[in-house]
Each structure stands twice: as structure tokens, then as C-alpha cells.
Nanobody, 120 residues
Framework: VQLQASGGGLVQPGGSLRLSCAPSGSIASINGMGWYRQAPGKQRELVADITSGGITNYADSVKGRFTISRDNAKNTVYLQMNSLKPEDTAVYYC???????????????WGQGTLVTVSS
């Protein structure tokens, strides 16, 4: 299973970006999906996650600005980022707990990361 993230780029403060992430490979089911980020010199941190039933959780720093959603038919998770700030600059990683077959254990997978730069 591989996760492919896309949608990063350079945006001015106050702007918006939408990240997408979809797994490929052998997938029987996906439980939680989420987005993490890592800024230079800092540890990776949770941005937002979402259960298979749509229950969401956000870091305090992004509440009210970011929205996580998922399309279960497409196995895709999205992160809509509005009112971006320079401190949102980081590499954003998607994460998914995937069962590759009905009898396989859940495994945690990471995408390759997509860079978001917020700067004027």
C-alpha cells in the first residue's frame, strides 16, 4: 500500500490550499486517516484526523481554519486549509490505517509528504 499526497505549494498569507491523499495497492478497508506536519527543526505533529465514520479531530492551532474530510468511495482524504499563516509552513504527511485484506491486521501507512509554504 502506498499513499500519494498532492496539493502543496506556495501561497500567500491568508490564502488557501487543498491537500489530497489517496492510497493505492491492495486495500480491503481503511480506518482512521489523517494529516500531520513537520516544520524545519520541529517534531512531526498531528494536524487533523478523521475516523471511517466521519468523526474529526483538530490541533488547536488549526481549528476554524482547516477542514478534514474523506470520500470513502474513493479512499481519499482531503485537507482544506484556509486563512493560512506563515507558521503553517511545513511538510504535510498523510496517514492511514489500512487493512490490505479481510484477514490482515491494520497497518499504519505514511505518504511521502507535500510541502506547504506560506510566504509573501
Amino acid at each position: 500500500v502506498q499513499l500519494q499526497a498532492s496539493g502543496g505549494g506556495l501561497v500567500q498569507p491568508g490564502g488557501s490550499l487543498r491537500l489530497s491523499c489517496a492510497p493505492s495497492g491492495s486495500i480491503a478497508s481503511i480506518n482512521g486517516m489523517g494529516w500531520y506536519r513537520q516544520a524545519p527543526g520541529k517534531q512531526r505533529e498531528l494536524v487533523a484526523d478523521i475516523t471511517s465514520g466521519g468523526i474529526t479531530n483538530y490541533a488547536d492551532s488549526v481549528k476554524g481554519r482547516f477542514t478534514i474530510s474523506r470520500d470513502n468511495a474513493k479512499n481519499t482524504v482531503y485537507l482544506q486549509m484556509n486563512s493560512l499563516k506563515p507558521e503553517d509552513t511545513a511538510v504535510y504527511y498523510c496517514n492511514a490505517h489500512v487493512r490490505s485484506s479481510p484477514w490482515s491486521p491494520l497497518r499504519n501507512y505514511w505518504g511521502q509528504g507535500t510541502l506547504v509554504t506560506v510566504s509573501s
